[in-house]
T-cell receptor, first 115, second 112 residues
Framework: GEEVAQTPKHLVRGEGQKAKLYCAPI?????VFWYQQVLKNEFKFLISFQNENVFDETGMPKERFSAKCLPNSPCSLEIQATKLEDSAVYFC?????????????FGPGTRLTVL | QQQVKQSPQSLIVQKGGISIINCAYENTAFDYFPWYQQFPGKGPALLIA?????SEKKEGRFTISFNKSAKQFSLHIMDSQPGDSATYFCAAFPSGTYKYIFGTGTRLKVLA
C-alpha cells in the first residue's frame, strides 16, 4: 500500500497485561522504524528493521519489549507486563532505504493506555 | 545523549503573519535535518528538509534556514494560514545511525 498502516488505533490494557501492536509498511520499503511518543510530545526511537532483520535496537527496553518483522506478515511490537509509563502513542515508520535523505513515512499511530 | 532543543513550545500567530520555530543541536555529526508536521490524531508527515551543506531551502511558504557554525536551524512559515495550525517537530539524523532524533515540538495556532 501507499501508506503505513497501524492497528489497532487504540489499545487499553490493565497494568501487567500484554500489548501487541501491528504495522504494515509501505510496499517496497525495506526499513521499518518504531517510535514511542509520550504525552509531552517527546519522540523516542525504539527499534528499526531491515526487512526481517533487526537493524538498530538501541532504544528498546530489553526486559519487556520485543519486536518482529516476519516475511509476508505485518511487523509487530509486543510489550509484556505493561506498566503505567508505557502509556504513549506508538508510531511505526517505513523508508525505502536507510539513507538519511530518504523520508521516513509515519503511520497514524497506536494509542496505548495502561490503566 | 544527542539532543535537539526546540523552541518555542507553543506559538500563536495571526493569519498572514510569519511563524518562526527554532531548533539547536549539540552534536556536529548530523547528516540531515527534516521538519515534520503533525495534526491531532495523525502521524507526523515530512514538511521540508535540509542537508548541512545548504544554508537555506525554500518550498512554497516554508523555508528552512541552517546555521552550521551556530548549530541552529529554523523553520519559517510565511503568510501563515489557519490550516497550518499543527504541531511541528524538527529532527536530526545523526551520522552513522539510521534513526531520527526529534525536538520536543512546537504547537502552532494560526488565528483566522
Amino acid at each position: 500500500g501507499e501508506e503505513v498502516a497501524q492497528t489497532p488505533k487504540h489499545l487499553v490494557r490493565g497494568e501487567g497485561q500484554k500489548a501487541k501492536l501491528y504495522c504494515a509498511p509501505i510496499k517496497g520499503h525495506s526499513y521499518v522504524f518504531w517510535y514511542q511518543q509520550v504525552l509531552k510530545n517527546e519522540f523516542k526511537f525504539l527499534i528499526s528493521f531491515q526487512n526481517e532483520n533487526v537493524f538498530d535496537e538501541t532504544g528498546m527496553p530489553k526486559e519487556r519489549f520485543s519486536a518482529k518483522c516476519l516475511p509476508n506478515s505485518p511487523c509487530s511490537l509486543e510489550i509484556q507486563a505493561t506498566k503505567l509509563e508505557d502509556s504513549a502513542v506508538y508510531f511505526c515508520a517505513s523508508s525505502p532505504t536507510k539513507s538519511s535523505t530518504d523520508t521516513q513515512y509515519f503511520g497514524p499511530g497506536t494509542r496505548l493506555t495502561v490503566l | 545523549q544527542q539532543q535537539v532543543k526546540q523552541s518555542p513550545q507553543s506559538l500563536i500567530v495571526q493569519k498572514g503573519g510569519i511563524s518562526i520555530i527554532n531548533c539547536a543541536y549539540e552534536n556536529t555529526a548530523f547528516d540531515y535535518f527534516p521538519w515534520y508536521q503533525q495534526f491531532p490524531g495523525k502521524g507526523p508527515a515530512l514538511l521540508i528538509a535540509i542537508r548541512p551543506d545548504v544554508s537555506e531551502k525554500k518550498e512554497g511558504r516554508f523555508t528552512i534556514s541552517f546555521n552550521k557554525s551556530a548549530k541552529q536551524f529554523s523553520l519559517h512559515i510565511m503568510d501563515s494560514q489557519p490550516g497550518d495550525s499543527a504541531t511541528y517537530f524538527c529532527a536530526a539524523f545523526p551520522s552513522g545511525t539510521y534513526k531520527y532524533i526529534f525536538g520536543t515540538g512546537t504547537r502552532l495556532k494560526v488565528l483566522a
